[in-house]
């Protein structure tokens, strides 16, 4: 089945160490999204890739950046966590064209910091 | 800027019963869509219905409808025959068209519980 796959489901880091968070995809979508989603709170848009293109939000802390090597494949790098990084990361797809906008998402990872 | 406003965070149903879920939007666009998505306690989000702004015909999937109104900018979601696996986070999310590359705007979410 065609879908989107997150690795690892589970991550645990230390404080300051760098961490990279990964996404896949079989749909051949051509936007991918990365969402940061805290307990009980609605999933907050981080950034997008329409292609090759990188659309960064205003609000997305520079400690944070993404790389898309292939259509594929997402990676979200976070550079020094810190605890307040603890929270699940959500990966999406969409089409990008048509008039077919619905977002598919993966399963997430729920990221640790100690 | 759109915002989505879901009033309930919290709602509860006795399976078999019916519960209605509000949403309501800010937006001065006339072309959007709008979602209804579903996060068990699992997390992974999964669509449950979606409304095109410019189809006046409320959207209806099994046990799953909408009543869209437009010019109120609301967009509840009514379950029907509730099942214990209807319980969830429910998320009421906008998207207005950009020419692909569309972001989805979240409510707050509405907890549902449903009671055996």
């Known amino acids: 089945d065609a879908m989107v796959i997150q690795n690892p489901r589970y991550q645990v880091t230390q404080f300051g160490k760098p961490v990279t968070l990964s996404c896949s995809q079989t749909l051949n979508h051509n936007v991918m999204y990365w969402y940061q989603q805290k307990s009980s709170q609605a999933p907050k848009l981080l950034f997008h890739y329409y292609d090759k293109d990188f659309n960064n939000e205003a609000d997305t802390p520079d400690n944070f950046q993404s790389r898309r090597p292939n259509t594929s494949f997402c990676f979200l790098d976070i550079r020094s966590p810190g605890l307040g990084d603890a929270a699940m990361y959500l990966c999406a797809t969409s089409p990008g064209q048509g008039a077919y906008n619905e977002q598919f998402f993966g399963p997430g990872t729920r990221l640790t910091v100690l | 800027a759109q915002t989505v406003t879901q009033s309930q965070p919290e709602m509860s149903v006795q399976e078999a019963e019916t519960v209605t879920l509000s949403c309501t939007y800010d937006?001065?666009?006339?072309?959007?869509?709008l979602f209804w998505y579903k996060q068990p306690p699992s997390r992974q989000m999964i669509l449950v219905i979606r409304q095109e702004a410019y189809k006046q015909q409320n959207a209806t999937e099994n046990r799953f409808s909408v009543n869209f109104q437009k010019a109120a900018k609301s967009f509840s979601l009514k379950i029907s025959d509730s099942q214990l696996g209807d319980a969830a986070m429910y998320f009421c999310a906008f998207l207005e068209p950009q020419g692909g590359s569309e972001k989805l705007v979240f409510g707050k979410g509405t907890k549902l519980t449903v009671n055996p």
């Open positions: 937006t001065s666009e006339s072309d959007y869509y």
